[in-house]
């Protein structure tokens, strides 16, 4: 028999390194619901190859952590909070090893790890696990979720919009269940937004295929505040091949072992573009690239790491190396052909310092929100910290919640879906899909106009309206769900770059070749269309 409602305390939507760190804190005061569009395992965390950016050394500080990450953020972090993150950061990065992440060492560093350098930091400070530091952060939270029974683990349930009462005030969400093919209610005192972020909304990603901006689009369905989405950062660094079906990214911690940049005559360019050259900031980089292939009209530069010898490559990339070999590139001795593709989304739901929304009861976490922490352009393996230090967080204010009782809901939405009419769908909404992506990454890319922002907003216009359309008169499945979502996601990205009348950090826009003298977020709300 089915439970078509399903209550608990929490309800965590997302399997992340946040949705996961907080459901394993979550559930020693109440019962959770996890639940996730696909399986447990799937997530942007499991992807991420660098690692978690924290001081841990006796020659690094706060300070230097607190000011590189400042620095990148162009202006728009919250500094207040910047420095909650950094300094928060050692205590929840020593709960991951104790549970379990083993991080690689080194015996005769300081710290006794082995750290990374990546672009923006000032000191060597990212702790990793090999290549794969997200594969092993999820692999463990897992297994200690798996062990507690207050935590109810829902696969393969998608999230189709939130539930607010009269008082607006957020009871769960509305899901489709695609084990049994049904609609149910999820029910919670306490609604966690930890979706990641909507890198699929572009053409070429380096994010896995559930990153469709799931959380962004719903809280903003809603009415929650949504801030700074026009900052989408660009990875410099993904793996060129010529059928582009899936993007591999290429971690920024090969430039930190010293890796070139190279055009394809083999000539270094990241000197005319910053004096930290491969080690820029991210946006500096993905520019210098972007800028190199449009003169030149290529398709991919290089990026040379043969200076390294093979048993090194291997031993610290071994993932990466790997896959360049299934390539036909042997690292050790052929350049590795790489693009820029959109990677991380710094905007978001707009959240305070403890990771509330603008809705009651709703939460936001890991890159679903916008905690201020990243500003205009986030430093290199930032998020993961902030997935940890918010989990802990939002855990420490939601208790205060646990105890209210609300009256229950009755059933009113259960249907089944109608998965059987998936094929005719999937025809408009691989088309729908393309055509988004297409657009973002046309005219909501690294460099952006006056002119092609005003084109992409009339085109997102209808393409919305044909899509929610569509989604009224049909069953869901689950790419209708996503489709929905992404052309949200790329109205909001939109919305926000239209509202900034300047180029800064991760908004570059060629109209306006400055960064203006007053740093402020952009924030809209779909009720309202507010521009603060
Ligand atoms: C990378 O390994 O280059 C990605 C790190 C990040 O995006 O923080």
């Keep these: 028999m089915i439970r078509n409602v399903i209550r608990s305390d929490y309800l965590i939507i997302g399997s992340g390194i946040a949705g996961l760190s907080l459901a394993l804190k979550a559930s020693k005061n109440g019962t959770v619901s996890l639940a996730t569009k696909k399986k447990i395992f ?32 162009a202006g728009l972090c919250n500094e207040k909070m910047v420095e909650k993150l950094v ?14 992440v083993d991080f690689t060492r080194k015996s005769y560093s300081s710290s006794g790890f082995d750290l990374a350098l990546e672009g923006g930091h000032s000191k060597r400070r990212i702790l990793h696990c090999d290549d794969i530091t997200g594969n092993e952060i999820e692999r463990v939270l897992i297994a200690n979720i798996l062990k507690y029974k207050n935590i109810s683990v829902y696969e393969n349930h998608i999230a ?67 801030a700074n989405m ?25 430039r930190g072992e010293g ?76 350049m590795i052909p790489v693009i820029p593709a959109a ?19 709703l939460y936001a976490v890991g890159e679903t929100a916008c905690s201020g922490v990243h500003g205009a352009n986030r430093l290199a393996s930032n998020s993961l910290l902030e997935g940890i230090v918010y989990a802990e967080r939002v ?80 069953h869901f499945t689950t790419s209708e769900i996503e489709l929905r979502n992404m052309v949200f996601v790329a109205e909001m990205i939109v919305r926000c770059a239209v509202d900034r009348k300047e180029s800064r950090g991760l908004h570059f826009n060629t109209d306006y070749l400055f960064t203006s003298l007053e740093a402020k977020n952009t924030i809209i709300n779909i009720e309202r269309k507010l521009i603060t």
Excluded at 207 to 213: C, E, H, K, L, Q
Excluded at 230 to 254: D, I, K, R, W
Excluded at 446 to 461: K, Y
């Design 343 to 361: 990677h991380f989304f710094c905007g978001g739901v707009a959240v305070d310092e403890h990771g509330r929304t603008s809705i009651t009861n």
């Design 87 to 100: 300094a928060e950061g050692p205590e929840r990065v020593r709960e991951l090893i104790e549970i379990g």
């Design 395 to 474: 855990y420490k204010n939601s208790l205060q919640f646990l105890k209210k009782e609300y009256e229950r809901f009755s059933v009113d939405f259960v249907r089944n879906s109608t998965n059987s009419l998936i094929n005719e769908l999937d025809i408009f909404g691989y088309k729908k899909r393309k055509e988004i992506q297409k657009l973002t990454w046309n005219y909501l890319g690294i460099s952006r106009s006056n002119e092609r922002l005003l084109q992409a907003q009339r085109e997102i216009f209808f393409l919305k309206s044909e899509i929610e359309e569509y989604f009224k008169n049909l």
């Design 160 to 226: 189709i919009d939130l539930i607010l009462d009269d008082d607006k005030i957020c009871r769960g969400a509305y899901f489709l269940d695609n084990i049994n093919d049904c609609t149910k209610i999820f029910e919670a005192k306490i609604t966690v937004l930890a979706c990641g972020g909507a890198g699929r909304t572009y053409l070429y990603t380096s994010n896995p295929s559930i990153a469709t901006g799931d959380g962004m689009a719903m809280a903003y369905r809603a009415g929650a505040d949504i």
């Design 42 to 73: 799937d997530s942007a965390t499991e992807k991420a190859q660098g690692g978690i950016a924290c001081v841990v050394d006796k020659s690094d500080s706060f300070d230097a952590h607190v000011n590189d990450t400042i620095i990148s953020g």
């Design 259 to 334: 890796a070139i940049l190279r055009l394809k005559n083999g000539e270094p360019f990241m000197g005319k573009y910053h004096t930290y050259k491969e080690l820029a900031p991210r946006d500096i980089v993905a520019r210098a690239l972007y800028n190199e292939l449009k003169v030149r009209d290529e398709n991919f530069v290089y990026l040379d790491i043969t200076a390294k010898n093979k048993d090194f490559l291997k031993k610290r990339f071994p993932n990466i190396y790997a896959k360049c070999l299934e390539c036909g590139i042997d690292m050790a001795k052929d």
């Design 230 to 254: 026009e900052f989408v950062q660009f990875h410099p660094t993904c793996l060129y091949t010529t059928n582009m079906s899936g993007f591999f990214l290429v971690s920024e911690a090969v």
